[in-house]
T-cell receptor
Framework: AAGVIQSPRHLIKEKRETATLKCYPIPRHDTVYWYQQGPGQDPQFLISFYEKMQSDKGSIPDRFSAQQFSDYHSELNMSSLELGDSALYFC?????????????FGPGTRLTVL | AQSVTQLGSHVSVSEGALVLLRCNYSSSVPPYLFWYVQYPNQGLQLLLKYTSAATLVKGINGFEAEFKKSETSFHLTKPSAHMSDAAEYFCAVTSNRDDKIIFGKGTRLHILP
């Protein structure tokens, strides 16, 4: 079965650079979520989109922005990168926005900021 | 607001022994509860979920969890530990009025030979 695809899988950037993470949801899933997992930490919710509109927002820095496109894929744009942005970024997708709909997680993008 | 508390950041059990990972939740609405497993440098895999049906939930790899409303608990168990169970386990909560998942701090399970 098709799974959530994230690209790139690994990304190394310098401080103050910009990074773009991409997420391709499971076909026919209309909702995308982004989570950030720092080293040794639990995943923290950043932002979600339903039908290309932002549906919820968590602890996402103002330096980050995201959107969902007409084909339902999503991109997380991160500017002015800081060392503390080094983390594993997960994307998840679901069919519907209620918690009853299972979120399927991608393998993650590991961002390292030097 | 919803939250989960996992008791014990590290748990060690001998191979073949009972695995018990503790999770307590707090929620003002009926919760949906999950256990995820994360192997080193890998993504999150859903072990099992509770969504207000049967209180005893069976998952993959021989794991199960019981929802106890009176104790606000959702502990994860496995009768006999295997070396391949060594991983980080996250308890998580959401509801039908929410969509984001709130994760616990995680419990690293070590299996002793």
């Amino acid at each position: 079965a098709a799974g959530v695809i994230q690209s790139p899988r690994h990304l190394i950037k310098e401080k103050r650079e910009t990074a773009t993470l991409k997420c391709y949801p499971i076909p026919r899933h209309d909702t995308v979520y982004w989570y950030q997992q720092g080293p040794g930490q639990d995943p923290q919710f950043l932002i979600s989109f339903y039908e290309k509109m932002q549906s919820d927002k968590g602890s996402i820095p103002d330096r980050f922005s995201a959107q969902q496109f007409s084909d339902y894929h999503s991109e997380l744009n991160m500017s002015s990168l800081e060392l503390g942005d080094s983390a594993l970024y997960f994307c998840a997708s679901s069919w519907g926005t209620s918690g009853i709909y299972e979120q399927f997680f991608g393998p993650g993008t590991r961002l390292t900021v030097l | 607001a919803q939250s989960v508390t996992q008791l014990g950041s590290h748990v060690s059990v001998s191979e073949g022994a009972l695995v018990l990972l503790r999770c307590n939740y707090s929620s003002s609405v009926p919760p949906y509860l999950f256990w995820y497993v994360q192997y080193p440098n890998q993504g999150l895999q859903l072990l099992l979920k509770y969504t207000s049906a049967a209180t005893l939930v069976k998952g993959i790899n021989g794991f199960e969890a019981e929802f106890k409303k009176s104790e606000t608990s959702f502990h994860l168990t496995k009768p006999s530990a295997h070396m391949s169970d060594a991983a980080e386990y996250f308890c998580a909560v959401t509801s039908n009025r929410d969509d984001k998942i709130i994760f616990g701090k995680g419990t690293r399970l070590h299996i002793l030979p």
